[in-house]
Each structure stands twice: as structure tokens, then as C-alpha cells.
């Protein structure tokens, strides 16, 4: 199947700070990638959807100005927690589907704790 | 709005039996797709099976099988043979071509020796 990654696989910063989180598809081009966030024993979230060459679309209560969303080629995109606060600490997953296959394929994660 | 439903928050089975898991879900859309994605402690989302809602045959990927019934909206997923790897989250999940996945709250499935 298609590879994703994405890095930092876990990040600790201090209150105030900015934090910046890679997903890329490694094998296939994806026009549209999606940033999910996961509490703790709780469900994927969708928070928004990444799109190349145009602006993101965020889903209901999601704060576009803290969670900033960069799509800035057909197989990087990026989500900077700007000014993280403890509770954005969270499990943070893309994903991005294979068109061929209509399929989508998740990164590992990125564990954010902000103390 | 699409809804998915996984009505068992936690399953067990013993080694080498079969486990059924459920999920029901609701679109208005006559084209989507239904997922299966087993969630390890590693935290790392591995797509278990597919389904294309206008494929009536179910879906089999070894000692994975579904049983889809479109019209009640009903996407189970049966496990044979189970494993002590295939202890995980389970997540349902329904899409429509190239949109975001829509998630269950997810099944803990255990798998005892």
C-alpha cells in the first residue's frame, strides 16, 4: 500500500511556542490531505482539510488562526499549532487518500504535549 | 451528516476463535465507501478492508471478511482464526471518493490465549 509519514513522531514545547507538523505521501501524489486530531481513548476527529494550491477548509469549532494549514506541494503539507496552550495537547494524524484506490493512508502520528 | 456507529466498545476473544465486530451507519449518499482500520498501541492506523458500497460481494482479505447489507446499513467485520496480533482498535469508517473518513467511536478488541 501507499506510504505516509510524518514528523516529529513526538514533540514536548512550552506554553506560547509554535510547533510545525510534516505530512507527506511517499509513493503518490495527494491534491487533498486531511489532519485529524485524537484524544485519548477516543475516536479520530477530523479538524481540516488540506488542499494544494488553495486554502484549507476547517470543520466546525477548529480554529483556523491557531491550527495554520500549509499545502505546499502535491506531497507535503503541514499544520503549525501556533501559541500552543496544554490543551492542545493531543494525538495528531494525516492522512492522505490514493486516488487510484480511493483509499486513504494515515502517517504514524505526532504525540504533542505542551507543558 | 454521515453517522457511524460501533456499538461495542469492547470485545474479547480467545485465541484462534472468531469474533464479529458491528458497525451500522447512515448516508444519504448512493455512492461511498466503508472501511475497516485497526489501531495497534502504536498508535499507527492500518487499513484492515474495504468495501465499495456498489459492490454487493463482500469484501475478504484472508482472515478478514464483512458482511454488507446496504439497505440496513450494516458493515460488521468477522475475524477467523484470531490472533493475539490482532488485539487493537477497531475503527468503522465511511466515506464518500476522495472526502475525509467519517469514524465509529471504535471497538477494543482483546484476544486472550
Known amino acids: 500500500g501507499a506510504v505516509v509519514s510524518q514528523h516529529p513522531s513526538r514533540v514536548i514545547c512550552k506554553s506560547g511556542t509554535s510547533v510545525k507538523i510534516e505530512c507527506r505521501s511517499l509513493?503518490?501524489?495527494?491534491?487533498?490531505m486531511f489532519w485529524y486530531r485524537q484524544f485519548p481513548k477516543q475516536s479520530l476527529m477530523l479538524m481540516a482539510t488540506?488542499?494544494?494550491?488553495?486554502?484549507?477548509?476547517?470543520e466546525q469549532g477548529v480554529e483556523k488562526d491557531k491550527f495554520l494549514i500549509n499545502h505546499a506541494s502535491l506531497t507535503l503539507s503541514t499544520l503549525t499549532v501556533t501559541s500552543a496552550h496544554p490543551e492542545d495537547s493531543s494525538f495528531y494524524i494525516c492522512s492522505a487518500p490514493d486516488r487510484g484506490t480511493d483509499t486513504q493512508y494515515f502517517g504514524p502520528g505526532t504525540r504533542l504535549t505542551v507543558l | 451528516a454521515q453517522t457511524v456507529t460501533q456499538s461495542q466498545p469492547e470485545m474479547s476473544v480467545q485465541e484462534a476463535e472468531t469474533v464479529t465486530l458491528s458497525c451500522t451507519y447512515d448516508?444519504?449518499?448512493?455512492?461511498?465507501?466503508l472501511f475497516w482500520y485497526k489501531q495497534p498501541p502504536s498508535r499507527q492506523m492500518i487499513l484492515v478492508i474495504r468495501?465499495?458500497?456498489?459492490?454487493?460481494q463482500n469484501a475478504t482479505e484472508n482472515r478478514f471478511s464483512v458482511n454488507f447489507q446496504k439497505a440496513a446499513k450494516s458493515f460488521s467485520l468477522k475475524i477467523s482464526d484470531s490472533q493475539l496480533g490482532d488485539a487493537a482498535m477497531y475503527f468503522c469508517a465511511n466515506s464518500n471518493s476522495g472526502y475525509a473518513l467519517n469514524f465509529g467511536k471504535g471497538t477494543s478488541l482483546l484476544v486472550t490465549p
Open positions: 448516508t444519504s449518499e448512493s455512492d461511498y465507501y
Open positions: 488540506s488542499n494544494e494550491g488553495s486554502k484549507a477548509t476547517y
Open positions: 509513493d503518490f501524489q495527494a491534491t487533498t
Open positions: 468495501q465499495e458500497a456498489y459492490k454487493q
